[in-house]
């Protein structure tokens, strides 16, 4: 007997809540037995209307939503110069940073992420909010980059357009707030990693510096996500260790791992391995005496022993061992 009736030709009791459910419905309705065309009833004429405009109801919906947030973020803030009480411009902040929060959340959808640049949502973020007064508002609008940025080109592209790498790279070497730092970096991330566009911006806008001194910073969640950067921008990007080496991140990396040992360094012997796999100079420089890597990495072998937990950092020193120290090839027979 058909869900829907004794006959087969009502619709099912329960319609789909999403345009999945209807597909599903549809594909369902394609594998059952052929019969002879009807023309459609309007009871179910009517019952696939309501269906299919309650499957795209949500994303109308979302649209509307970012709209909205986009309105509160486009009005003129609340200032005491104007009369206004710091009860009101405290709402007023409030009200921003839930539309913020918001928008990120819906710009994880790629669809919604597109459609939040065609209504102009990054030029906003470009020109006014990654240099809020607002500490709360800056990360939040570099977290937003980030999100939208995320595997879509044409996000990419636009921000890149509008300046948000030099910004973003701005509020990285130089805001005040950690979590502004943290995520400026995660944006950064997102518009350099398989982007050559944005790859070339962070190269002229001397990117590599400004991660160089992430990486010297007192907080341990941005050294560890800049050197984890590093490490893949390495492995992705080969051709810049010699400009890398150039800029003396070898020395600086090393100096990193003779600093108070953090689960920090994983990361730093990580990018370390990176920048001279299959690069002699970069070999070359830590064979220099004055480094004395190869004792400092024995010594760290030594302290790692054993402790399950620091494995992938022990695997990363005795990797650079063998690369550096073990595994030379005999001068001897290179001239022949």
């Known amino acids: 007997m058909a869900e829907g009736g004794s006959d087969g030709n009502q619709p ?12 599903q419905m549809a594909v369902t309705a394609g594998n059952a037995e052929p019969g002879p065309m009807e023309p459609m009833s309007d009871e179910r004429r009517q019952w696939l209307q309501e269906a299919m405009a309650e499957a795209f109801r949500g994303q109308v919906d979302e649209i509307e939503q970012m709209k909205e947030c986009l309105r509160q973020l486009e009005a003129s803030t609340p200032g005491t110069e104007r009369g206004e009480s710091s009860d009101e411009a405290q709402s007023d902040l409030v009200r921003r940073e839930g539309a913020l929060d918001l928008l990120a959340e819906l ?24 240099e809020h007064e607002e500490q709360e508002l800056r990360w939040r609008a ?18 890149l357009a509008l300046g948000c790498m030099r910004k973003l790279l701005k509020l990285l070497d130089h805001d005040t707030s950690e979590a502004v730092q943290i995520k400026a970096l995660f944006a950064i991330s997102c518009l350099v990693r398989a982007q050559e566009a944005g790859l070339q911006q962070f190269l ?46 070898i020395q600086q990396l090393v100096a990193l791992i003779r600093s108070e040992h953090s689960t920090f360094h994983e990361h730093v012997l990580g990018a370390l ?14 064979q220099e005496p004055e480094l004395a890597l190869e004792e400092l990495l024995k010594e760290r072998c030594q302290l790692l022993k054993d402790q399950e937990e620091f494995q992938e950092e022990l695997d990363f020193c005795e990797t650079l061992l063998h690369l550096c120290f073990y595994n030379q090839p005999d001068e001897s027979n290179m001239d022949r």
């Open 107 to 130: 710009c994880e959808n790629l669809d919604n992420a597109a459609d939040f640049c065609k209504l102009e949502g990054m030029r906003l973020l470009a020109h006014r909010y990654l």
């Open 12 to 23: 099912p009791r329960e319609p789909p809540h999403n345009l999945q459910g209807l597909l």
């Open 204 to 249: 002229r806008l001397d990117g590599f510096s400004v991660l160089m001194r992430a990486m010297q910073s007192k907080v341990q969640k941005l050294k560890v996500k800049s050197a984890f950067l590093l490490q893949n921008l390495l492995i992705d990007h080969p051709e810049q260790k010699e400009t890398l080496c150039s800029m003396g991140m």
């Open 142 to 159: 570099a977290h937003l980059v980030g999100t939208c940025a995320q595997n879509v080109p044409k996000v990419q592209e636009q921000a």
């Open 273 to 286: 391995c990176s920048l001279v796999t299959d690069f002699p100079q970069g070999v070359q420089e830590c």
